[in-house]
């Protein structure tokens, strides 16, 4: 990585990272030099409560490696295929309210800054690194706080939106929780975990989950399971994953399969904004015609100390819509986007949004602390591009 940016700045030219190239906005686009960091895999380290990896790991690899220990990563986004170095670059988040994302895990971190010199990141640089966007540097190996691996059981409930997004609700209390809202007809499905029960073997372990060996799967179907099975055979309804109620660690359980399919806008709005925002959404895309077919998908978490974390400051409510591929999803996400930042809301980075440095520096009160931290850290914008130019400025 040192030679690869030592040589892109003999030659003048501008080096964008890349780990998995899930992020659909154009963050990691440049016409001179990609770097792919997917081959910088393995953990390193794995002592206490923190774990030391090589940034290009893909999240899946960290947490099966974690599993081995007994430990596991707090944060359970449901991209398992994304890197770590990549995943905090966007301020990847979970479904919590009490867990932070990977990048508030993160208290450590080795990379090549813009003139091709290995660093450690130092105290006061980490919530810039924290959500760095790929603009200061190759991250090589990051350090993450670890916890207890546990085992969770998991529930679907069908539920009444303005009920679940109301603060204190079931977003805010149960451990980890993400709600489809089809927003045309009110219908919505709550996914939720929380700890496992205590509860006799299951002989054999059966149903859509199965690993690890220490995943059971507890048979039966709820109620809302089979109404839910009903939407789901009209496309566009809120569909239920789940079989009675499985069990197994958070990262086997709660990761989404293949939603490749889509393109997506999220946006992340104060926490307490979350219902309003969501009628405002539906009223706004129904009268102009541009109504949100697929389900909405809800999730909260903490505020963020990362300095361009969209949580930054704030409890936050996520709302992400969806597109299929190929799609002209440009005028609902413009309009998406539009509604949701009247309401205080900030795009999040890996998906679809229009935001330059002018909404940046509204937005984020440690904008100028982010920027100064790229002045030392790559003063000749090495890591620059067209869409980092847009956002960070020159
Ligand atoms: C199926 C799927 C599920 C997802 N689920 C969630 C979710 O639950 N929650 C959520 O918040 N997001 C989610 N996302 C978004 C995803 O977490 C981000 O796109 C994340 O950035 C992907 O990691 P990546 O390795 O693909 O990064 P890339 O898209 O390759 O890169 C992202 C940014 O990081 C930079 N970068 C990458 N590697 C490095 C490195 N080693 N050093 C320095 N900079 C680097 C790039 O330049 C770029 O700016 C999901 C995306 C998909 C496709």
Redesign the pocket.
């Known amino acids: 990585m040192v030679a690869a940016v030592r040589r892109a700045a003999e030659r003048g030219l501008a080096v ?9 906005s154009t ?2 686009l440049t016409g001179d030099v990609h770097l792919d ?1 997917s081959a ?1 895999t393995g953990v390193v380290d794995l002592a206490d409560d923190v774990v030391r990896v090589r ?2 790991a893909r999240l899946t690899e960290v947490h099966a490696a974690l599993a081995e220990h007994g430990r596991a990563l707090a944060t359970v ?3 398992p ?3 770590v ?3 905090i ?6 479904g919590s309210r009490q867990v932070g ?1 990977l990048s508030a895990q993160v208290v450590g971190a080795r ?1 090549v800054d813009g003139t091709g010199t290995l660093r450690r990141a130092e105290d006061a640089d980490l919530d810039a690194l924290r959500c ?3 603009a200061l ?4 190996e990051v350090s993450l706080r670890t916890v207890a691996a546990t085992v969770v059981d998991g529930h679907e409930e069908v539920v009444d939106p303005a009920e679940a997004t109301a603060p204190g609700g079931p977003l805010d209390t149960r451990p980890w929780a993400a709600l489809q809202v089809h927003l045309p007809s009110g219908e919505a499905l709550l996914r939720w975990a929380g700890p496992a029960e205590q509860r006799d073997p299951v002989p054999e372990a059966t149903g859509p989950v199965d690993a690890i060996g220490r995943v059971v799967t507890r048979l039966g179907h709820s109620a809302s399971a089979q109404l839910s099975a009903q939407w789901s055979a009209q496309r566009s309804r809120p569909a239920p994953r789940w079989e009675g109620v499985p069990t197994a660690a958070p990262y086997v359980l709660l990761p ?1 399969p ?3 399919r889509e393109t997506s806008t ?1 946006w992340a709005v104060p926490r307490e904004a979350l219902t309003t925002a969501l009628r405002e959404l539906h009223s706004a895309t129904t009268t102009r015609e541009l109504e949100i077919r697929r389900p909405v998908e809800v999730r909260v978490g903490p505020a963020e100390t990362g300095w361009l974390h969209p949580a930054f400051g704030r409890a936050t409510g996520w709302i992400a819509v969806r597109s299929p591929r190929g799609a002209d999803d440009g005028p609902l996400f413009r309009l998406v986007g539009s509604v949701l930042e009247g309401m205080g809301g900030r795009p ?1 980075w ?2 679809r949004h229009d935001w330059t440095a002018a909404d940046l520096a509204v937005a984020y009160p440690r904008l100028p602390d982010f920027r100064a931290v790229r002045d030392r850290l790559d003063p000749d914008r090495r890591f620059a591009g067209a869409h980092m130019q847009a956002l960070l400025g020159p």
């Open positions: 964008r990272p890349v780990g998995s190239g899930y992020s659909e963050l990691s960091c910088l940034a290009g986004p449901h991209g295929g994304a890197t170095g990549g995943a670059g966007t301020g990847t988040h979970g994302s990379f760095h966007l790929g540097g190759v991250l090589t989404t293949d939603p490749a999220e999040h890996a998906g």
